[in-house]
């Protein structure tokens, strides 16, 4: 370390601390003061700081000057009263075979917390230079049933938002807006649905018109006639920020800050160009514009997504910390290229210019990355709202085209087994999941067997569908994967599957 840089003489990331960061960082390449906000972000975690804002900080160094970002944390105000000390700036680390590169992002024009700042986020979304909502609220933020993609009427934020409260969920957020946009006569924004739903924009039109509908009818006809919802598909490994990230900026650059984001150099954004009143021109920044995102979507869902969540599963269990450690496991790695290669890259319809196969090399090669701590224990979480779409459709897709889709079958049990919080070692974990507190309850109530904990969670239909439950082979090969790995732990189940099947 550069003594002169020591932490206690450090400066803290700032508008005003940019010329006196090290010239190897890169810096926002325009002026930050003449940026208008155009584009309010629900969801400030660190992925849409990695993708996003990062091609709208290109488009803005170009000079579209109107799309600025207003950044929203819809949980905590922690991230952005850290961002806020720091003029909305922080640094992205992206890290590869050739090295790091730094570079401090300048996209974020604002940053706001719900709900403390509920009024000053509906203002902004209403203001009519905002044009574009985007999300990266991940799969619980829709307040879906996982299982059939519909607003969950039950969910407490959406039952307490129709009861006149808040808003507090995101569904209840945008109506609010859409509402009082239109009152104002204010053409309604685009919302840009940027998580890991299979046709999300469909799901996010689907949700919030269903909403509007919920809250007076007529609203509900004008979201779903007038708004526009294109589908889009993200992709950058991102893991969440942690302090060893906070601590490598002070020792490899020299200065604080609060909230950096590590990346991989790996980005892709496929959109749909649906923006009745603009967008910034992504595809300039490499975002590549199409008619018909979904065989991006389910390509990107299912090999990458599923995949993470089998290594997540297995890892978790079988004591892999991270997704390097998982893909670098025997047992795992075989597991999953058969993966791959048997049920998931089957189910993928045809993808434009894309060879599947030569995708889920690709994605070997980023798993590999090693300087990407990713934990297995971060991608476990959410196995309700992440399994339909990653592993239970393809499933379904395989059944249909009359294959037998073993290898999800078994992830299916090891998510299952995973929810015993334990792992093989005894090393015991938290359940994290919008229904940690019913998964938890059928896990305990089945004792640890096999045939009991199945049933417990086949019944859960948030999750399961008829179509699914319908599929008794299917079901009775979970059941005695879970048996397996129940009785010898998840190794050696492994190791017993590959060999036999
Ligand atoms: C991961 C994703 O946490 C998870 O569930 O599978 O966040 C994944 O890293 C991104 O979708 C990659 O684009």
């Keep these: 370390m550069n003594p002169d840089n020591t932490e206690a003489h450090a400066v803290r990331l700032s508008q005003a601390a940019l010329p006196a960061l090290p010239t190897t960082v890169e810096k926002p390449a325009y002026a930050r003061g003449s940026i208008l906000p ?10 849409s700081r990695a993708h996003l804002a990062v091609y709208t900080d290109d488009r803005l160094a170009a000079g579209e000057t109107g799309w600025g970002i207003v950044g929203v944390d819809p949980l905590s105000a922690a991230l952005p009263d850290a961002l806020a000390a ?8 992206v890290r590869g075979a050739e090295g790091t590169r730094a570079r401090v992002v300048g996209s974020l024009a604002g940053v706001l917390a719900l709900p403390r700042d509920l009024e000053a986020v509906l203002t902004q979304m209403v203001d009519p230079r905002t044009r574009i909502v985007t999300l990266t609220v991940s799969e619980k933020g829709y307040c879906q049933d996982a299982a059939t993609g519909e607003l969950d009427e039950r969910h407490p934020a959406i039952a307490a ?18 509402r009082r946009r239109r009152q104002a006569g204010t053409p309604p924004f685009t919302v840009l649905s940027c998580d890991n739903l299979s ?5 996010a039109r689907r949700i919030v018109s269903r909403f509007a509908a919920l809250r007076d009818p007529e609203l509900g006809r004008f979201v779903h006639e007038q708004v526009a919802f294109p589908c889009t598909m993200v992709d950058r490994i991102t893991p969440a920020t942690r302090d060893e990230d906070r601590d490598a900026v002070a020792r490899e650059f020299g200065y604080i800050d609060a909230w950096p984001v590590v990346t991989e150099p790996f980005s892709q954004w496929v959109i749909e160009d649906r923006f009745p009143l603009g967008r910034p021109a992504w595809e300039k920044a490499g975002a590549t514009l199409v008619a018909d995102v979904l065989p991006f979507e389910l390509m990107k869902l299912r090999c990458l997504n599923g995949s993470h969540s089998a290594m997540a599963y297995l890892g978790a269990i079988g004591g892999q910390e991270t997704v390097f450690a998982a893909i670098r496991d025997p047992l795992v790695n075989r597991f999953v290229h058969r993966l791959w290669a048997e049920d998931l890259v089957p189910s993928v319809p045809p993808v434009p210019g894309t060879d599947v196969t030569q995708y889920t090399a ?8 090693p300087s990407i701590r990713h934990l297995t224990l971060q991608i476990s979480s959410d196995g309700s709202q992440k399994l339909p779409p990653r592993l239970l459709e393809p499933a379904l897709v395989r059944l249909g085209a009359g294959a037998f889709p073993r290898c999800i079958a078994f992830v299916i049990a090891a998510w299952m087994r995973f929810l015993l919080g334990r792992s093989d070692a005894g090393t015991t974990y938290a359940i994290a999941d919008p229904m940690a507190a019913r998964l938890a309850a ?3 109530a089945s004792g640890g067997d096999a045939g009991r904990l199945a049933s417990g969670l086949f019944a859960v239909s948030e999750i399961f569908t008829p179509e699914i439950l319908g599929a008794e082979a299917f079901k009775t090969e979970i059941v005695s994967d879970l048996h397996a790995i129940l009785d010898q732990g998840v190794a050696t189940a492994l190791a017993a599957f590959l060999d036999a099947n």
């Design 86 to 93: 720091q003029d909305g700036l922080y640094t992205l680390l």
């Design 362 to 369: 690709a994605l070997e090669e980023r798993f590999r990355n």
């Design 442 to 444: 059928i896990a305990a």
């Design 199 to 203: 046709e999300n924009g469909i799901k």
């Design 161 to 178: 938002d129709l009861a006149g409260g808040g808003p507090t969920s995101v569904p209840g957020l945008l109506v609010e807006a859409l």
């Design 38 to 47: 155009g584009i309010v972000h629900l969801g400030l975690g660190a992925f």
